[in-house]
């Protein structure tokens, strides 16, 4: 009888300890994340640009140096007002997978970093930013709020910052998909007219829904993050460019 109690209470307190465990972690991540956001500092805008669009808060022309300081790999910086999206970038050519699990400081980490793909970029019709889908609601775990319109009209607006550019995007698209169809792999960052409508064809196909226009000619950026409603599913927001801000010269 006494055994009996003894495994009763180690099935009792396992469990809490793994789940203590567990926020102690999700408290680490969070702290870092502030610090990094705590050295982001306002930008001196130069006398004689041009005026300050409506849409550019001061906190959005960050000091890039300090973000490169602590990670050469940074290329961006990727925030909706409103959201816990509020990140630091990076980018590798090869092996970017490798920041699924390493922190922007580059030690091992559950919230690992939020990277861009390199099929994509700013300079392409898609630049296409990974990141994971915390159960807290970190990195890209609110991207699911965004299958509801009134979500959506109060935090369509996402910037995507470099060292020297604000760019503002409007969500213009939420769908989920499996992260192993291949036409819609293909297509993500479509290099032609064709491209882009097969692109739009399987949004729909997977019951996407649409907040505005998606049309060829124009730039996008794609968030994305894993979901479980399909096999190896991800969900997707995509944005489209609609304006930018150059708040610094760069040499």
């Known amino acids: 009888m006494r055994i009996l109690k003894y495994i009763f209470l180690v099935m009792c307190i396992v469990p809490l300890a793994l789940m203590f ?10 702290n870092t994340y502030n610090e990094i956001k705590r050295i982001v500092a306002e930008q001196r805008i130069r006398d004689g640009q041009k005026a300050v669009p409506d849409w550019v808060n001061p906190n959005d022309l960050i000091n890039f140096d300090s973000l490169l300081d602590k990670n050469r790999e940074t290329v961006g910086y990727i ?5 816990k999206i509020d990140y630091p970038v990076v980018r590798t050519e ?24 390199s099929a994509g970029g700013l300079n392409l019709t898609n630049n296409i930013l990974h990141g994971h889908n915390m159960k807290n609601g970190s990195m ?9 319109e009134k979500y959506t009209e109060s935090h369509k607006l996402i910037k995507y910052i ?4 604000v760019y503002l995007y409007e969500t213009v698209c939420f769908f989920t998909a499996s992260g192993r169809n291949s036409i819609l792999l293909k297509n993500l960052v479509p290099y032609s007219k064709e491209e882009f409508e097969a692109l739009k064809d399987t949004i729909t196909a997977n019951k996407g829904i649409f907040y505005g226009d998606m049309e060829w000619g124009e730039q996008y950026i794609t968030l994305a993050t894993c979901e479980y409603s399909h ?7 995509i944005g489209r460019l609609m304006d930018k801000y150059k708040f610094k010269e760069t040499d």
């Open 21 to 30: 465990l567990r926020m102690g972690e999700y408290q680490k991540e969070e």
């Open 79 to 83: 925030r909706i007002d409103g959201t």
């Open 94 to 117: 090869k092996d970017s997978d490798r920041y699924l699990n390493t922190g922007f400081n580059g030690n091992k980490s559950i919230y690992g970093t939020i990277f861009e793909d």
């Open 140 to 148: 890209f775990g609110s991207l699911k709020k965004f299958d509801d």
């Open 162 to 165: 470099t060292e020297n550019t």
């Open 231 to 237: 096999k190896s599913g991800q969900c997707y927001v």
